[in-house]
């Protein structure tokens, strides 16, 4: 059974790593191999992790939603303490990967953003503009493609939807519950497919 009840299907049993995850996984990589092995991975989101998104979220809230303002409005996002902090400190013995559901076209923007924050942003991997496909499944499709190169220490994000999907597939996954979660984010990240 997945985590939503149903019965694995054919891309369910496909999403499954391959490879080492969780806190160990960099020991079992390495095992063997005189010197350090590769740094493990933390997996990062950005809205709702270290980006405050709530004075955006109105634009969510309209009908039809304002998706275009809504982006454009993540330039002035500001920082959340918790998350830039938990950022800083894995950092010291990770390798950083940001994992979004923002859309591919807001990367300038984004950057931008990180750069004012002072974090490095080397590896950021964002939905593909066309895609619709819900966080939970955009998100655990790019970890198992991502665990099968190098092993994912940890995952941090906020979607309740998306925390339980990773921890059904086995990796180690912290849910980012500094913000309360917003009903409209849910329905962009995982009924609409927006972010």
Known sequence: MTDDGSPPTESDRSEAP??????????????GVSGSGPRPVAVFDID????DVRHRLHLLR????????FFRAAADDPPLPE???????LAA??????????????????LRWFAAQGLA???LRMRPDADRSPARIFKTQEL???????????VVDDDPEVVARLRGRGF?????????YEPAMGRAQNREGRT
């Open 62 to 69: 309209r009908q039809p939603p304002d998706w275009d303002g």
């Open 48 to 51: 709702g992790v270290v980006a």
């Open 83 to 89: 998350g830039i902090a938990l950022v800083r400190t």
């Open 121 to 123: 942003a080397d590896d």
């Open 172 to 180: 180690p996954v912290t849910l980012a519950d500094w913000l309360p």
């Open 93 to 110: 013995d990770h390798d950083l990967v940001w994992l979004t559901g923002r859309p591919e076209r807001s990367r300038a923007l984004t």
């Open 144 to 154: 198992v493609r991502m665990s099968r190169v190098r092993p994912v220490d940890i």
């Open 18 to 31: 391959s490879g080492p995850v969780g806190p160990h996984a960099s020991a079992h990589a390495s095992a």
